[in-house]
Each structure stands twice: as C-alpha cells, then as structure tokens.
C-alpha cells in the first residue's frame, strides 16, 4: 500500500480510494497533503468520494456520454458513444482523448463494425475512434445524453461508470460473426447487437436509437470475458 507522499508526490487518483479504505482516518491528511503540494488529481478524486457519500456523484467538468447514430444504408442507422471528458483530470494526456469538439471539448468514441466482409459476412470487430464514428463530417440521426442508474442513485461517479465501459470493451476479442442484418435464429451480430450487448454488460439501460437492426439481438456477455491486455 502507498503512503499518502507517495500518492502525493505521483498526483496518483488511482490510488486514493485504496488508501482511504484501509486508513479512513488518514483521508484528512492526504486531502492537506495534496493541497500543499498541489496534487490536483488526487484532490478531484477526494472531492469525487465526498460527492459520492452525499449522494451526488457528478464529476467535474461533467463527463457526458452520448448515445448517437448515424445512418448507413436504406434508412437504417448505427449507433456507438461518444464520451466528451472536456479537461477532466482523470484523462488528461490520455491518448484515447485527443480529438476535439468546435467548442474545444476533447472526446472519444466506442462503437463496432465489420472486418473481411465478404460480401455482406465477416468478423464483428470494436474500436475506440472507429474513422466513421469519431468523423464530425458525418450528421448523426439521433444523439442523446445517458446516464448509468448507478450514477443516477449516488452509488458511482460518472468516472467509474466511463472506465467500466472502456474496460468491458477492452475484453472483446473480436471475433464473433458479423451479419448485416442479424436474425434471432443466425450466430452472427452486428455493430448495434455490439453496443447493446456493451451497454448491458455494464448495467445501462438506455432507449434504442430509431431504425438501429440488431439492437434488440444483443452481444452475449460471454463475448466480453477476454483477459484485457495490462492484465498481470
């Protein structure tokens, strides 16, 4: 376990909640510590866990993720996140976040596709930045802002609830079937039954997007068990 200098001296956010739990009693020396020398990252993650006991669990800047789509072919449409983390701390230099908005805002995106089609199979692959997706070129048909419940009830702060996506994510192998248009009885999915599958993993519930195929075929939880790739 880090001491608090240490955790002061790295400016280490992702070490705060650890210490907290194993010496409650220290979170006021660490909150000092991290003032005097300036750790911003750990004092946004102290003032994140104070929300939270609250029952208010919004970051600031506020995280927005954002259910678009955009069409494809015969008035169907396909969806995927964009996450805007404006100048977060928690994601400054994180080279996931290097595209910007007109009003300056850095963002990413998640979302999936076909890969090897031949001609309308292939394998089902997801992408942080697909070119279609991050493109602001390309006018979304729908686009809303969503929320996790358990950010809704207090219970996580919008941080947790963005990693968790990029982390289920992150155990996509790759390698499930892709069908343009699933049926209920094929084996195959496509970028839809992909972000609805993503969104249940992680315990979203959002509205579907008009005209999105596949949606309501979702992506099996069994498809997101791949060990991620920092894993030990």
Known sequence: MKTAEEIVAADEAGAVRDFIEADPEAEGALREAASRHGADAVLHELDAIALGREGRSTDTPHLEVRLQAHPVFAGRNHAYLMVIVDDHPAFEGDPRFTRTLPDGRRYATLGAGPKDMNPIFGTLVSSVNRAWDASLLIPDTYDAEIQHPLVVSGEMTEREAVERLFEVDARYADL????????????GYNSNGYLSGLLEVVGWSPEAPPHVPGWDKPLPGAAFTLE???AA
């Not at 499930?176 to 084996?187: A, E, K, L, V």
């Open 176 to 187: 499930t079937d892709y069908d343009m248009i699933p049926f209920r009885w094929s084996g």
């Open 228 to 230: 991620p790739p920092d």
